[in-house]
C-alpha cells in the first residue's frame, strides 16, 4: 500500500489520480450493493464508496463502523454535476476505495450520532463528543481568540509570563478559594486570579500578559460558572488612569471580534450568529450609578442603591448599547469600595468609587479590571482593612516597598467571550472540559456511587 498521505483538503488537487488518506470512518451509510462513507481527517471530510463487485476489498469495508481508524488507498473522482453539494466540504469530489486497512477499531457509539445530546450526555461522552464539527469549531474558534489576544498585545510591546497556580494568600477576596493541603506551616491555595504575580511583574517588564488556568470555588452551579477556568490577564505600566487600562482592552477584544470574523466566516455562519456589531467611535462607557439611573429611567427597575449589576441589568444594558450605540461591547466604571478587592485605586474625584470597570459583551461580564494602587503604605491599610492578613502578602508587597509605577489591568474569562462570540448559551459548553461543583469529567454523585 502507498504510505504517503494526503489530506482530504488536498484530494482537489487529484483528480484523476490514485491516493492514501487516513482517518476516521464518520458515518456509514449503505445503499443496495454500495457502501458509503464519510472519511474525516483534521483537514476536512470526503464521501468515498465502493461496489460489491470490487471484492476483497468491499469485504474489508464492509468490516467499517463509525468511528474505525482507517487507512484507504482510493481514485479520486469528480461528482456528476447533478450529485455535486455545495455547501458539503469536499462536495464535488468523491473516493472510489480501491483497497482498505484498519489502523484501529471503535465500539459502536454510547448515542446516536446527530441526535441532538443533552448537556449531561454530552459532557458524559466528551472524548467522543468533542470530536463532532459542530463541537470543534467552538475550540477552533477559542483557539484564534488566544491567538488574538497574544497578537495585539505582543504588538503593544507586552512580555508573556506564566503565573503560579499554587499561592500563599488570595488576592480576589477569599470566599471561592481552593485550599491545598500539602505545604507544611503555611496555608496555600490554587490560585483565583494570577493578579498579584502580575502587578510584580509590572516592576520586571512594564508591560505583561498571561494566560493560564484559574480557580474559583464557586458555590453555585450556572451558565457563567466554571471551578477551573482560562483566564486571559495583561497589566500595564505608567498609565494616567484605568482609561488608558480601558483602551488597550477595546484594542485587543477588537482584535478578536476581527481575526474570529476573518478566520471563521464559515463557523459563524453555521452557528446562526450574528456579526459582532462595533461602533465607529470608542465603546460606550457609563458609571455604574449612571447605569443604574438609566435602568430606573428605562424600565423601572430600582436598583440604584445596590453596589453592583444583577445578570438582568447586564442584559439590559448591552441591549441598550447595541441599539443605541451600535455596539455589542459596553464598559460600566466606578463600581463602590467595598465591592472590590484590596488592590483597586479609589477615584480621587469621587471618593468611595473606584477606577475599576466591567466589560460587558452580549448581555455578561467578560472582563474585569482597573487601575491598582501602587503606593505601599495605602495597600498595607487597605490589606487590614479588608480584614487579611498582610504577612500572607509579604511577597507581593515587597515590589511596592521598591517602586512600582502607575499601572492597571485586566483579567478576561475566555470560557464566556467564546460563548458569546458562538451564541453557545452554557459557558460549559464552551470549555474543553469543564469542572464544576457536580462534575470532574463524570458527575460526581455517579463515580461516588460506582466506586
Ligand atoms: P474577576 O473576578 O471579575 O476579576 O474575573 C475576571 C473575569 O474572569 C471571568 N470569570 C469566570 N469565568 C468562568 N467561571 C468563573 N467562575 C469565573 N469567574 C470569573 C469573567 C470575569 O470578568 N483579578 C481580577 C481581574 C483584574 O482586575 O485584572 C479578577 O480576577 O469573565
Given at each position: 500500500?502507498?504510505?504517503?498521505?494526503?489530506?482530504?483538503?488536498?484530494?482537489?488537487?487529484?483528480?484523476?489520480?490514485?491516493?492514501?488518506?487516513?482517518?476516521?470512518?464518520?458515518?456509514?451509510?449503505?445503499?443496495?450493493?454500495?457502501?458509503?462513507?464519510?472519511?474525516?481527517?483534521?483537514?476536512?471530510?470526503?464521501?468515498?464508496?465502493?461496489?460489491?463487485?470490487?471484492?476483497?476489498?468491499?469485504?474489508?469495508?464492509?468490516?467499517?463502523?463509525?468511528?474505525?481508524?482507517?487507512?484507504?488507498?482510493?481514485?479520486?473522482?469528480?461528482?456528476?454535476?447533478?450529485?455535486?453539494?455545495?455547501?458539503?466540504?469536499?462536495?464535488?469530489?468523491?473516493?472510489?476505495?480501491?483497497?482498505?486497512?484498519?489502523?484501529?477499531?471503535?465500539?459502536?457509539?454510547?448515542?446516536?450520532?446527530?441526535?441532538?445530546?443533552?448537556?449531561?450526555?454530552?459532557?458524559?461522552?466528551?472524548?467522543?463528543?468533542?470530536?463532532?464539527?459542530?463541537?470543534q469549531?467552538?475550540?477552533?474558534?477559542?483557539?484564534?481568540?488566544?491567538?488574538?489576544?497574544?497578537?495585539?498585545?505582543?504588538?503593544?510591546?507586552?512580555?508573556?509570563?506564566?503565573?503560579p497556580?499554587?499561592?500563599?494568600?488570595?488576592?480576589?477576596?477569599?470566599?471561592?478559594?481552593?485550599?491545598?493541603?500539602?505545604?507544611?506551616?503555611?496555608?496555600?491555595?490554587?490560585?483565583?486570579?494570577?493578579?498579584l504575580?502580575?502587578?510584580?511583574m509590572?516592576?520586571?517588564?512594564?508591560?505583561?500578559?498571561?494566560?493560564?488556568?484559574?480557580?474559583?470555588?464557586?458555590?453555585?452551579?450556572?451558565?457563567?460558572?466554571?471551578?477551573?477556568?482560562?483566564?486571559?490577564?495583561?497589566?500595564?505600566?505608567?498609565?494616567?488612569?484605568?482609561?488608558?487600562?480601558?483602551?488597550?482592552?477595546?484594542?485587543?477584544?477588537?482584535?478578536?471580534?476581527?481575526?474570529?470574523?476573518?478566520?471563521?466566516?464559515?463557523?459563524?455562519?453555521?452557528?446562526?450568529?450574528?456579526?459582532?456589531?462595533?461602533?465607529d467611535?470608542a465603546?460606550?462607557?457609563?458609571?455604574?450609578?449612571?447605569?443604574?439611573?438609566?435602568?430606573?429611567?428605562?424600565?423601572?427597575?430600582?436598583?440604584?442603591?445596590?453596589?453592583?449589576?444583577e445578570?438582568?441589568?447586564?442584559?439590559?444594558?448591552?441591549?441598550?448599547?447595541?441599539?443605541?450605540?451600535?455596539?455589542?461591547?459596553?464598559?460600566?466604571?466606578?463600581?463602590?469600595?467595598?465591592?472590590?478587592?484590596?488592590?483597586?485605586?479609589?477615584?480621587?474625584?469621587?471618593?468611595?468609587?473606584?477606577?475599576?470597570f466591567d466589560?460587558?459583551?452580549?448581555?455578561?461580564?467578560?472582563?474585569?479590571?482597573?487601575?491598582?494602587?501602587?503606593?505601599?503604605?495605602?495597600?498595607?491599610?487597605?490589606?487590614?482593612?479588608?480584614?487579611?492578613?498582610?504577612g500572607?502578602?509579604?511577597?507581593?508587597?515587597?515590589?511596592?516597598?521598591?517602586?512600582?509605577?502607575?499601572?492597571?489591568?485586566?483579567?478576561?474569562?475566555?470560557?464566556?467571550?467564546?460563548?458569546?462570540?458562538?451564541?453557545?448559551?452554557?459557558?460549559?459548553?464552551?470549555?474543553?472540559?469543564p469542572?464544576?461543583?457536580?462534575?470532574?469529567?463524570?458527575?460526581l454523585?455517579?463515580?461516588?456511587?460506582?466506586?
Amino acid at each position: 500500500m502507498n504510505k504517503t498521505r494526503t489530506l482530504l483538503k488536498d484530494l482537489k488537487e487529484n483528480i484523476g489520480k490514485e491516493v492514501t488518506v487516513k482517518a476516521w470512518v464518520d458515518t456509514r451509510r449503505d445503499h443496495g450493493k454500495l457502501i458509503f462513507l464519510v472519511l474525516r481527517d483534521r483537514s476536512g471530510t470526503v464521501q468515498a464508496v465502493i461496489h460489491a463487485a470490487a471484492g476483497e476489498a468491499f469485504e474489508k469495508v464492509e468490516k467499517l463502523k463509525d468511528e474505525f481508524v482507517v487507512q484507504i488507498k482510493g481514485l479520486v473522482k469528480e461528482r456528476p454535476e447533478k450529485m455535486i453539494k455545495e455547501d458539503e466540504f469536499n462536495g464535488d469530489l468523491e473516493l472510489e476505495i480501491l483497497d482498505a486497512e484498519i489502523l484501529s477499531k471503535a465500539e459502536t457509539l454510547p448515542f446516536e450520532k446527530d441526535a441532538e445530546l443533552n448537556i449531561e450526555t454530552h459532557l458524559d461522552n466528551l472524548p467522543l463528543t468533542l470530536r463532532k464539527k459542530q463541537i470543534q469549531n467552538i475550540f477552533k474558534v477559542q483557539a484564534t481568540i488566544v491567538e488574538a489576544f497574544r497578537e495585539t498585545l505582543r504588538k503593544n510591546d507586552f512580555t508573556e509570563f506564566q503565573a503560579p497556580a499554587i499561592v500563599g494568600g488570595d488576592a480576589e477576596g477569599g470566599a471561592g478559594v481552593f485550599k491545598v493541603e500539602y505545604f507544611k506551616g503555611r496555608d496555600a491555595y490554587l490560585a483565583t486570579s494570577p493578579q498579584l504575580y502580575k502587578q510584580i511583574m509590572v516592576g520586571v517588564f512594564e508591560r505583561v500578559f498571561a494566560v493560564g488556568k484559574v480557580f474559583r470555588a464557586e458555590k453555585h452551579a450556572t451558565t457563567r460558572h466554571l471551578s477551573e477556568y482560562s483566564s486571559m490577564d495583561f497589566e500595564m505600566g505608567f498609565i494616567e488612569d484605568h482609561r488608558d487600562v480601558m483602551q488597550m482592552l477595546e484594542k485587543v477584544t477588537r482584535n478578536i471580534v476581527k481575526k474570529v470574523n476573518e478566520r471563521h466566516a464559515d463557523i459563524l455562519k453555521e452557528n446562526n450568529v450574528e456579526e459582532v456589531a462595533l461602533p465607529d467611535e470608542a465603546y460606550p462607557v457609563m458609571t455604574l450609578k449612571e447605569a443604574q439611573e438609566l435602568i430606573y429611567q428605562e424600565v423601572g427597575r430600582d436598583n440604584r442603591e445596590e453596589p453592583d449589576l444583577e445578570p438582568e441589568d447586564e442584559r439590559f444594558l448591552c441591549q441598550w448599547a447595541k441599539k443605541e450605540k451600535g455596539s455589542d461591547f459596553i464598559f460600566i466604571t466606578h463600581y463602590p469600595v467595598s465591592k472590590r478587592p484590596f488592590y483597586t485605586f479609589e477615584d480621587e474625584n469621587m471618593p468611595g468609587y473606584t477606577k475599576s470597570f466591567d466589560l460587558l459583551f452580549r448581555g455578561v461580564e467578560i472582563s474585569t479590571g482597573g487601575q491598582r494602587i501602587h503606593s505601599y503604605e495605602k495597600l498595607v491599610e487597605n490589606i487590614k482593612k479588608w480584614g487579611l492578613d498582610p504577612g500572607a502578602f509579604e511577597f507581593y508587597l515587597k515590589a511596592f516597598k521598591y517602586g512600582i509605577p502607575p499601572h492597571g489591568g485586566i483579567g478576561m474569562g475566555l470560557e464566556r467571550i467564546s460563548a458569546k462570540m458562538l451564541g453557545v448559551q452554557n459557558v460549559k459548553e464552551a470549555a474543553l472540559f469543564p469542572r464544576d461543583m457536580t462534575r470532574i469529567d463524570l458527575p460526581l454523585s455517579k463515580t461516588e456511587e460506582e466506586g
